[in-house]
């Protein structure tokens, strides 16, 4: 497993951008499909975006479609999450998640086995 660690989050206003951040442990992270979650508290982890080991295949849930970007630089064992034309409804906790036995798909939470410890994203209206 790889150790994961978030930044970037924070309180912006409707419309705005935030890039978030991942930083991955380990020397063989370019063998990891990664991806972004997301939770308010009451709701079940929500898939966000994931990406494949060469970072040439992504997938976003539908909600995120046009608006947020994952991308990957494998020589810095970093993962991102681009989020531009924020919305309220995007508030949550962010999390990273990481895992090298499946292939980059809309998956779920189960399918991951190393997650971050999350970063706060406020969107205001």
């Known amino acids: 497993q790889v150790q994961l660690v978030e930044s970037g989050g924070g309180s912006v206003q409707a419309g705005d951008s935030l890039r978030l951040s991942c930083a991955a442990s380990?020397?063989?992270?370019?063998?990891?499909?990664m991806a972004w979650f997301r939770q308010v508290p009451g709701k079940e982890r929500e898939f966000v975006a994931t990406?494949?080991?060469?970072?040439?295949?992504?997938y976003y849930a539908d909600s995120v479609k046009g608006r947020f970007t994952i991308s990957r630089e494998n020589a810095k064992n970093t993962v991102y999450l681009q989020m531009n034309s924020l919305k309220p409804e995007d508030t949550a906790v962010y999390y990273c998640?990481?895992?090298?036995?499946?292939?980059?798909?809309?998956?779920?939470?189960?399918?991951?086995?190393?997650w971050g410890q999350g970063t706060q994203v406020t969107v205001s209206s």
């Open positions: 998640a990481a895992d090298n036995t499946v292939a980059a798909a809309k998956l779920g939470p189960a399918d991951f086995g190393s």
């Open positions: 990406i494949n080991r060469s970072g040439i295949r992504t």
């Open positions: 380990g020397r063989t992270f370019s063998l990891y499909t």
